[in-house]
């Protein structure tokens, strides 16, 4: 099967129904395990990428977070959330088809605070230099959650001495 030209086809009809160029095919042992095209437009959703729909999916049948062992196929380069969720779910491997650079003069996608051209630059910045307003109020009650996640999933994780953070 041909995976790339299956990303690239799912992304067509996405546009040809209305919505946004974006498609995410995830394939093993040569089988498509889940896809999806960008769903933003169509549900007023703007987490609704098409990584992380096809990620939810292909999670969701095989009962874990980790995709081990698959190949993901998306039309462009990874946004940053959609980033950060490739990285979580460790794919084998993500092949992207176009560059920001490839597809700029045909899309835009402006927003009060995402530009293409300086979403990047942004995200790298400390937060308190960004250009969405951030706000810190250190809450010790927060760090609490964490102790106790840490108390009933992995004490002796970080147990003295275990190397754990």
């Given at each position: 099967?041909?995976?790339?030209?299956?990303?690239?086809?799912?992304?067509?009809?996405?546009?040809?129904?209305?919505?946004?160029?974006?498609?995410?095919?995830?394939?093993?042992?040569?089988?498509?395990?889940?896809?999806?095209?960008?769903?933003?437009?169509?549900?007023?959703?703007?987490?609704?990428?098409?990584?992380?729909?096809?990620?939810?999916?292909?999670?969701?049948?095989?009962?874990?977070?980790?995709?081990?062992?698959?190949?993901?196929?998306?039309?462009?380069?990874?946004?940053?959330?959609?980033?950060?969720?490739?990285?979580?779910?460790?794919?084998?491997?993500?092949?992207?088809?176009?560059?920001r650079d490839d597809y700029a003069r045909y899309y835009v996608d402006d927003r009060k605070?995402?530009?293409?051209?300086?979403?990047?630059?942004?995200?790298?910045?400390?937060?308190?230099?960004?250009?969405?307003?951030?706000?810190?109020?250190?809450?010790?009650?927060?760090?609490?959650?964490?102790?106790?996640?840490?108390?009933?999933?992995?004490?002796?994780?970080?147990?003295?001495?275990?190397?754990?953070?």
């Amino acid at each position: 099967m041909d995976f790339v030209q299956r990303t690239v086809d799912l992304a067509r009809r996405n546009v040809e129904e209305g919505g946004r160029p974006f498609a995410t095919v995830i394939a093993r042992d040569g089988e498509v395990l889940a896809e999806s095209a960008n769903q933003v437009a169509q549900t007023h959703d703007p987490t609704a990428h098409a990584e992380i729909l096809a990620i939810r999916k292909a999670c969701t049948k095989l009962g874990t977070e980790h995709l081990t062992g698959a190949t993901i196929y998306v039309l462009a380069h990874p946004c940053p959330m959609c980033l950060g969720s490739l990285y979580y779910c460790s794919p084998d491997e993500v092949v992207f088809l176009t560059t920001r650079d490839d597809y700029a003069r045909y899309y835009v996608d402006d927003r009060k605070y995402f530009e293409l051209n300086t979403f990047y630059d942004e995200f790298a910045k400390d937060w308190d230099e960004r250009r969405l307003p951030m706000r810190y109020q250190p809450e010790d009650a927060a760090i609490d959650v964490y102790r106790l996640w840490m108390q009933r999933n992995a004490p002796e994780r970080f147990a003295p001495g275990s190397g754990g953070s």
